[in-house]
């Protein structure tokens, strides 16, 4: 079982970016596609972006324009680079782990195909 660990989150200003990291250990993730997901308080964990092995990309639609996700193979690592961050953007972000086929645009969104999770990297945007 792979475990992944997330970092770079914090306290930024709306129109600032941040970029998370995802490391994961126990297990390469080359050949799988990685999804980051985000919860805020009260809410339900909900899709951000995905990276499948075969480099397609996709996005949630408020963050299209502004987010991007990227990959580094030979590292074990995904990176979202997040640009002009609103107040909406604060919520705990995830990086998970699938196994085997989806479709960037509907199944490698659903967060039930996924049984491995780390443990959050807080994000906070102030107005």
């Known amino acids: 079982q792979v475990q992944l660990v997330e970092s770079g989150g914090g306290l930024v200003q709306a129109g600032d970016s941040l970029r998370l990291s995802c490391a994961a250990s126990?297990?390469?993730?080359?050949?799988?596609?990685m999804t980051w997901f985000r919860q805020a308080p009260g809410k339900e964990r909900a899709f951000v972006a995905t990276t499948t092995f075969r480099g397609y990309e996709g996005y949630e639609d408020s963050v299209k324009g502004r987010f991007t996700i990227s990959r580094d193979n030979a590292r074990d690592t995904v990176s979202l680079q997040m640009n002009n961050l609103k107040p909406e953007d604060t919520a705990v972000y995830y990086c998970?782990?699938?196994?085997?086929?989806?479709?960037?645009?509907?199944?490698?969104?659903?967060?039930?195909?996924?049984?491995?999770w780390g443990r959050g990297t807080q994000v906070t945007v102030a107005s």
């Open positions: 126990g297990r390469t993730f080359g050949s799988l596609t």
């Open positions: 998970a782990e699938l196994v085997g086929a989806c479709l960037p645009a509907t199944s490698c969104r659903d967060r039930r195909l996924y049984r491995d």
